[in-house]
T-cell receptor
């Protein structure tokens, strides 16, 4: 089992550019989560999908952030335009059923200059 | 928002010693989970304890849950250098899916 796959692992971009982060959840899992981790704010849930449908996006910071899950094996988190304060590590996690243990990907370290 | 709060923030112990860390939370929960994060890596699930359970074991890990005090503890016995990591508690409430993570306890195991 490959686990949750995220790409890219590192992304450095300039302010104003569009950034797209990608996630492939574990096969068979029906819940997918996007988190952001920073030293200041810790680990924050951005958005939760269940069966490819966004259930809770209350953690998405602002309209610059959007997430999609076109099918059960792929999700994207897009930031447009990016700002330096978006610099963080972004994690994708999946689980079978929302209440159970979550399996995290290795994360994408985003640096916005 | 971070519901769980770990204590202490940092812990340094000698290899072979036990490490204990605590987690306190504010609202009622469905379950409480502990995760480990090695530097530069994603979180790894360690153990889940449900609100109707009081104690759970997994290998060298022992977790307790006291819902009356809204607190949990994680004990790592006979620590090893590989246990050096940050440990997070996460509480799951009535919303099922939403986990609230604490700020974590950084554990350093000295050889």
């Amino acid at each position: 089992d490959a686990g949750v796959i995220q790409s890219p692992r590192h992304e450095v971009t300039e302010m104003g550019q569009e950034v797209t982060l990608r996630c492939k959840p574990i096969s068979g899992h029906n819940s997918l989560f996007w988190y952001r981790q920073t030293m200041m704010r810790g680990l924050e849930l951005l958005i939760y999908f269940n069966n490819n449908v966004p259930i809770d996006d209350s953690g998405m910071p602002e309209d610059r952030f959007s997430a999609k899950m076109p099918n059960a094996s792929f999700s994207t988190l897009k930031i447009q335009p990016s700002e330096p304060r978006d610099s963080a590590v972004y994690f994708c996690a999946s689980s079978f059923g929302g209440r159970n243990e979550q399996f995290f990907g290795p994360g994408t370290r985003l640096t916005v200059l | 928002s971070q519901q769980g709060e770990e204590d202490p923030q940092a812990l340094s112990i000698q290899e072979g010693e036990n490490a204990t860390m605590n987690c306190s939370y504010k609202t009622s929960i469905n379950n409480l989970q502990w995760y480990r994060q090695n530097s530069g890596r994603g979180l790894v699930h360690l153990i889940l304890i449900r609100s109707n359970e009081r104690e759970k074991h997994s290998g060298r890990l022992r977790v307790t849950l006291d819902t009356s005090k809204k607190s949990s503890s994680l004990l790592i016995t006979a620590s090893r250098a590989a246990d050096t990591a940050s440990y997070f508690c996460a509480t799951g409430g009535s919303n099922d899916y939403k986990l609230s993570f604490g700020a974590g306890t950084t554990v350093t195991v000295r050889a």
